[in-house]
T-cell receptor, first 110, second 110 residues
Framework: NAGVTQIPKFQVLKTGQSMTLQCAQD?????MSWYRQDPGMGLRLIHY???????DQGEVPNGYNVSRSTTEDFPLRLLSAAPSQTSVYFC?????????FGPGTRLTVT | EDKVVQSPLSLVVHEGDTVTLNCSYE??????LLWYKQEKKAPTFLFML????IEKKSGRLSSILDKKELFSILNITATQTGDSAVYLC??????????FGTGTSLTVIP
């Protein structure tokens, strides 16, 4: 049981580049979510999904897209990276309220 | 605006001390309140609280929720250096959105 996995662990992008942060879980959880964590700001919800084919916006969705074609995978796409998107990104899944977090992706946009 | 406020922001104690961490919230359509521990990596789940006045306990950690006054406390007794971490409080609403506080940084000195 791998739990929640995220790829990559670290990434450096130039302004304007696009990329996809991968997230997968093997616990058959319906609910998955993406957060960013910035110093002094806590965790902020970007997007979430309550099941395959269903996604919704969280607190800070601008600049990010998601899709949920399978229960296992929930990728986060940055279409045109900006320095303000420099952050640590966590993916999480849960069933019944107890969230399991992935190890995080540290993204730097220069 | 939905928000979760934690206090204090940081705390330094000696091993063996007892600490109380506070979490107050203003979130519409409350579903549950959760506590996490974060040690320089992904947050790990501690407690989920849904009902007022029912204490949840795990070893030296305990937590209780007051839905009338909109707050929760996390108690840690007989603190150890391994308790040093950031403790996060989050509230989930019935729409499956999570709101996190900025955390309390606890340092336990030997």
């Amino acid at each position: 049981n791998a739990g929640v996995t995220q790829i990559p662990k670290f990434q450096v992008l130039k302004t304007g580049q696009s990329m996809t942060l991968q997230c997968a879980q093997d616990m058959n959880h319906e609910y998955m979510s993406w957060y960013r964590q910035d110093p002094g700001m806590g965790l902020r919800l970007i997007h979430y999904s309550v099941g395959a084919g269903i996604t919704d916006q969280g607190e800070v969705p601008n600049g990010y897209n998601v899709s949920r074609s399978t229960t296992e995978d929930f990728p986060l796409r940055l279409l045109s990276a900006a320095p303000s998107q420099t952050s640590v990104y966590f993916c999480a899944s849960d069933q019944g309220g107890e969230q399991y977090f992935g190890p995080g992706t540290r993204l730097t946009v220069t | 605006e939905d928000k979760v406020v934690q206090s204090p922001l940081s705390l330094v104690v000696h091993e063996g001390d007892t600490v109380t961490l506070n979490c107050s919230y203003e979130v519409t359509n409350f579903r549950s309140l959760l506590w996490y521990k974060q040690e320089k990596k992904a947050p790990t789940f501690l407690f989920m609280l849904t009902s007022s006045g029912i204490e949840k306990k795990s070893g030296r950690l305990s937590s209780i929720l007051d839905k009338k006054e909109l707050f929760s406390i996390l108690n840690i007794t007989a603190t150890q250096t391994g308790d040093s971490a950031v403790y996060l409080c989050a509230v989930r609403n019935t729409g499956n959105q999570f709101y996190f506080g900025t955390g309390t940084s606890l340092t336990v000195i030997p």
